[in-house]
């Protein structure tokens, strides 16, 4: 089992900056790639990044591209998404997840999911 714990969520006027943190903790042997999803309220949760858990290439839709930077720290178990030039449309609960499946954008194919943080961007 893996345990992911996210923080770093808050309130931020559009165009402002924050930072998302994932700790990861279990089995973290069984994580192939860390993501991040994010669900407002009435949509259906949304692909934002993806970094494969041993090094390689971030993946982003067009949505988020140039303004987000997903990251991690394998000697810390810890993921990481900085968010500038933040959004009210960015405005939802962030989830941390983790699985086996190489970079994958779908929220099926996570096994493993943190209780999500709210990020809320004012106008």
């Known amino acids: 089992q893996v345990h992911l714990v996210e923080s770093g969520g808050g309130l931020v006027q559009a165009g402002g900056s924050l930072s998302l943190s994932c700790a990861a903790s279990?089995?973290?042997?069984?994580?192939?790639?860390m993501a991040w999803f994010r669900q407002a309220p009435g949509k259906e949760r949304e692909f934002v990044a993806a970094?494969?858990?041993?090094?390689?290439?971030?993946y982003y839709p067009d949505s988020v591209k140039g303004r987000f930077t997903i990251s991690r720290d394998n000697a810390k178990n810890m993921g990481y998404l900085q968010m500038n030039s933040l959004r009210p449309e960015d405005m939802a609960v962030y989830y941390c997840?983790?699985?086996?499946?190489?970079?994958?954008?779908?929220?099926?194919?996570?096994?493993?999911w943190g209780q999500g943080t709210q990020v809320t961007v004012s106008s």
């Open positions: 997840a983790a699985g086996r499946s190489y970079l994958a954008t779908a929220h099926r194919d996570y096994d493993y």
């Open positions: 970094i494969n858990w041993s090094g390689g290439m971030p």
């Open positions: 279990g089995r973290t042997s069984r994580i192939n790639t």
